[in-house]
């Protein structure tokens, strides 16, 4: 971390690929929204989506069709230009249309699109796997998937076959995804659990989840440690503690560093593994490659999705060998999981990331954060908390004590008003707003953002 020591020396010029090639319209783009969203054009989407889709997504509190991006700015597909601070659920980590992952799609495309490692060998799934393996410390090996769930799956199945062992613990408000294991961990929305009896809930126990703007956190451990394991669940039938690093969908809560470090102790003192779901929080979202490096602690096993491949699909799921010595063949596997097109988008967003993009999102996270707390102080009333790391960043609109859910309604209305005017953001847990810019924006595209959101606060103040 010592490069990121010294904020006063933030290069604000920082270059990306694309302004190195001189493409003007980065440059001068600016969010425009014409036709009111949704338009015509979005509106004939929208009615064949309600028609023919299956109606499961919950879908943001705005109608937002899009058509194609470049760099930090998506349009729409009636031509509206906006701001991305969403960038498609903080997976287009580069931005849209960066020139070096187009052309390595474009170049793998052409040559091999699948051939499955679960059966055969691929370079490219090697080369991806050594190279996450040596980014989490070496003595690693790595399985790769389509998706967060599949990551997560993955870490489940991995941990409770190295042990032996049938429970799990995770959080509420956790968020891992929506397959059957997963989802029985996930605890973020009771709609999404509504209806699925038949998961495996029976064995995982849920804790609370530290909350530093709202409540008490280290005595949850007392907790855990003292009735939960001598009362109701033994901790030597634990496989695994299953936590995000940052609690992502539950509302971009960040643990303190202790709290990470003694779960980290009491896994060790029972044989538990630790499993970080970085599926969100992992390549350099938060100005780190993970994100547990700023709580200076090494899990069992770690899970990976969303900006690993800036929006190719792929998951990947790392274990420590002391884990992967114990799994055997047969055990697991994907057809289509690290085909050779994701692998190689995601090779060259991990050299991306290692040439200055993970620093930016480091020195434009705090940037951007102060920005925040200054408006903070000019709309004390309606900002009551603004947390992340990096480029991961949740603003509450709850004060502290107060019921989060009552703040639900104006949060939605502040996301909107925020996408009628060119930027688009996200909720988080129940009163948050979730702000994930492409890692390589720039001081520009910072401003703008923060200038619309200022009037969009403006706005919603004048009639809260
Ligand atoms: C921390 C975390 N884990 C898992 C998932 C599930 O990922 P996916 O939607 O790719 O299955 C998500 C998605 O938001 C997530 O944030």
Same mark, same amino acid.
């Given at each position: ?60 509190? &705005? ?10 700015? *998506? ?37 091999? /699109?699948?051939?499955?490692?679960? +059966?055969?060998?691929?370079?490219? &799934? ?15 090996? *790595? ?37 059957? #294991?997963? /989802? ?39 907790? /855990? ?104 063949? #047969? ?63 949740? *603003? ?6 107060? +019921?989060?859910?009552? &703040?639900?309604? /104006?949060? +939605? ?32 595209? *910072? ?18």
């Amino acid at each position: 971390m010592s490069s990121h020591d010294n904020l006063d020396a933030f290069p604000g010029s920082h270059k990306s690929e694309r302004e190195d090639t001189g493409d003007p319209t980065n440059d001068k783009t600016i969010p425009s929204v014409i036709f009111p969203p949704p338009g015509p054009r979005a509106q004939a989407v929208i009615r064949d989506h309600r028609k023919y889709v299956t109606d499961t997504h919950a879908k943001a509190p &705005y109608a937002f069709v899009a058509d194609h991006g470049d760099g930090s700015f *998506v349009w729409d597909v009636d031509g509206n230009c906006y701001l991305d601070f969403a960038t498609g659920i903080a997976v287009n980590n580069l931005g849209h249309n960066h020139p070096a992952i187009t052309r390595i799609i474009q170049e793998q495309a052409g040559k091999l /699109l699948h051939y499955s490692d679960a +059966d055969f060998y691929t370079k490219p &799934y090697a080369d991806l796997c050594k190279r996450l393996a040596i980014l989490a410390g070496g003595d690693h090996k *790595v399985f790769l998937s389509n998706s967060g769930t599949e990551a997560v799956e993955a870490a489940i199945k991995f941990a409770k076959f190295a042990t032996g062992r049938p429970y799990g613990i995770s959080f509420i408000g956790a968020f891992h995804g929506r397959s059957a #294991g997963s /989802l029985s961990h996930t605890a973020s929305n009771i709609v999404q659990r509504t209806g699925f009896s038949t998961l495996m809930s029976q064995y995982v126990h849920h804790i609370p989840y530290p909350d530093t703007h709202q409540g008490k956190y280290l005595e949850r451990l007392d907790e /855990l440690e003292g009735s939960t394991f001598r009362r109701l669940l033994n901790p030597s039938e634990v496989a695994y503690i299953l936590i995000e690093p940052i609690q992502g969908e539950g509302g971009y809560l960040v643990p303190p560093k202790e709290y990470i470090q003694r779960l980290r102790r009491i896994c060790d003192d029972h044989g538990i593994l630790l499993i970080a779901d970085e599926v969100q929080t992992g390549a350099g979202r938060t100005g780190t490659m993970f994100a547990m490096e700023h709580f200076g602690v090494q899990p069992d096993i770690t899970t990976m999705a969303k900006g690993l491949g800036n929006g190719t699909v792929i998951g990947a799921t790392i274990s420590r060998n002391t884990v992967a010595k114990k799994l055997t063949p #047969g055990t697991h596997s994907s057809t289509f999981g690290g085909n050779p097109v994701s692998c190689r988008a995601a090779l060259q967003v991990l050299d991306e990331l290692k040439n200055g993009v993970m620093d930016n999102a480091y020195f434009q996270g705090a940037n951007l954060r102060s920005r925040l707390h200054g408006l903070r102080q000019i709309y004390p009333q309606l900002i009551h908390d603004i947390r992340g790391m990096g480029l991961m960043i949740g *603003v509450d609109f709850a004060p502290k004590g107060d +019921d989060p859910l009552e &703040y639900k309604d /104006l949060r +939605d209305r502040i996301v909107r008003r925020a996408f009628e005017s060119g930027l688009l953001t996200l909720g988080c847990g129940p009163s948050s707003i979730r702000m994930v810019p492409p890692l390589n924006i720039n001081n520009r595209e *910072v401003d703008i953002g923060v200038d619309i959101f200022e009037k969009t606060l403006g706005e919603i103040e004048e009639i809260h």
